[in-house]
């Protein structure tokens, strides 16, 4: 499945309210980047975010389809994501999340409290306003890869 960046749009933002996830903060925001997955016939079927400031990003915006849910596609496009941080500088990814805490450890996030939050992401209107204080704040490490590897 091809991902690629992705504009946002009102396809886009209606994935986003059906999944549950804030949209209020995201339009004009030039630091923010959506990668989407979408079918041959152009239908979305899956979003993630990286809202980038310098070397650390806040991953954030994960949803996908209904239709789509149950074959890996979250965990693609995270992957995915990761893969786009690293090739931008970025180190560290943050996140925070009422319901897939589960979801983000098996991919290598770890709980950290959250007043370990960098600067840039504790600035950040879904870290101060959008998600309450009960969510996990989590962090990965993100390593590049070697080109022989």
């Not at 999944?19 to 923010?32: C, M, T």
């Not at 950040?124 to 993100?142: I, Y």
Request: hydrophobic residues 45%; contains cysteine.
């Amino acid at each position: 499945m091809k991902t690629e960046l992705i504009e946002l749009d009102a396809e886009v933002k209606a994935l986003l309210l059906e999944a549950g996830l804030p949209v209020s903060d995201l339009s004009g925001k030039a630091s923010l980047s959506l990668l989407g997955a979408r079918k041959k016939d152009g239908q979305l079927l899956g979003v993630v975010g990286i809202e980038a400031s310098g070397t650390e990003g806040l991953l954030r915006s994960l949803a996908v389809a209904p239709t789509a849910r149950g074959a890996g596609l979250g965990q693609h496009l995270v992957s995915e994501a990761e893969a786009w941080a690293v090739a931008r500088g970025i180190t560290a990814l943050y996140l925070l999340t009422t319901t897939a805490d589960e979801f983000f450890v098996r991919l290598g996030y770890k709980s950290i409290a959250r007043d370990e939050a960098p600067t840039s992401i504790a600035v950040t209107a879904e870290f101060r306003e959008l998600c309450p204080a009960a969510s996990a704040f989590m962090r990965k490490v993100l390593v590049a890869k070697r080109q022989n590897d």
